[in-house]
């Protein structure tokens, strides 16, 4: 018998660590070589019996052969014995404010979750690969992002999990080889048009030809690095937020001291700030947005108020008011308080 190639054993191993064994999985799959080898992997634990693994299949219908490719992934997955299988169609605003590639991503999460409500699975395995997470970090850092935006993307968050970030495209492709199956060549993945296709396509072929060969996995490792640091500013972050925070007031609005916060690191302060922006409602805040309510913690010029994503305001206590010397972050709809 020929010997087991080292790269599918990696595989699963990986998937092995990240299965629920007490409820179903998911394997989210496109029919792709990254998602077909993670079924692979996956199988081969659901036939041993150390782990229910179904597969949820989505079609956005952005071209026009989804439906058999499709239907030739379904055939795939059931050759490989997943189950339960879920197949479900989805539709993709592709004039969204948001652009294609995020609508697409947004009506893909919402059929995952309702495959998991549907088949009561707890996790859905996402095969994203090493060089998935050294596109992110380019992204990241072409958008002057901070830590936690290189960290690029987790190996778990919620119900989500990715096992085969250790993993290349050219590993995928060697497991696929070795099953027997054949992938989808998605042509959005060629597409000029798309970001993310012209730094997997133009950008990061550029680097390894110029820069270094090694290029994608120094930074897959910037992210892991960049991961950890984030993972323990945010801890520190919280616990500080927790002190420092006053109780809300009837109208939702919350207060933090301003010297207190002053007196902390940049990258604590900023992240104290977001905590409490999305305490009171808001969304993640950007660096710009940051900045400008950290310009109120000098206690010079303008008071605020300053809007911040989702609705909400931040001001700076002053003189005549019972907030002097407090930080006030005002909910969507509630009037900032009076003298």
Known sequence: MAALPPV??????????????????LVACS??????????AASHLHRRGEAVVGAVVVDHRLHARSAEVTAVARE????????????????VDQDSAEGPEAAARRARYGAFHRAMA??????????????DQAEQVLLGLARGSG?????????????????????????????CLWAG???????????????????????????EEHLSSSVREALARTAQIAAEDADLLDAQAKEIFAVLLEDP???????????????????LRRRIIA?????????????????????LLARQGSAGPIQLEGHVTAHRGTHDSPDYGKLVLVPRGAAAPGP
Do not use: C
Request: hydrophobic share 40%; no cysteine.
């Open 8 to 25: 599918v054993g990696a595989a699963r191993r990986a998937v092995a660590e990240m299965l629920d064994p007490d409820r179903p999985n």
């Open 31 to 40: 029919g792709g070589a990254d998602s077909l080898a993670l079924a692979v």
């Open 76 to 91: 795939q997955l059931d050759v490989l014995g997943l189950d339960p299988l879920r197949i479900l169609t989805v539709e």
């Open 118 to 131: 549907e088949t009561g699975a707890s996790r859905v395995l996402l095969a994203h690969t090493r060089d």
């Open 147 to 175: 830590t936690r935006s290189l960290a690029g993307m987790p190996a778990v968050r919620g119900p989500f999990r990715r096992p085969l970030l250790g993993l290349s495209r050219r590993d995928t492709d060697a497991i």
């Open 181 to 207: 199956l054949t992938p989808w060549q998605d042509p959005a993945n060629q597409d000029p048009r798309l970001l993310r296709s012209r730094v997997r396509t133009e950008v990061l072929p550029h680097l």
């Open 249 to 267: 007031d009837d109208a939702g609005r919350l207060r933090l001291p301003l010297d207190r916060l002053k007196s902390e690191p940049a990258a």
């Open 275 to 295: 905590l409490a922006v999305v305490a009171v409602g808001g969304s993640a805040p950007s660096f710009e947005r940051l900045r400008a309510v950290e310009s």
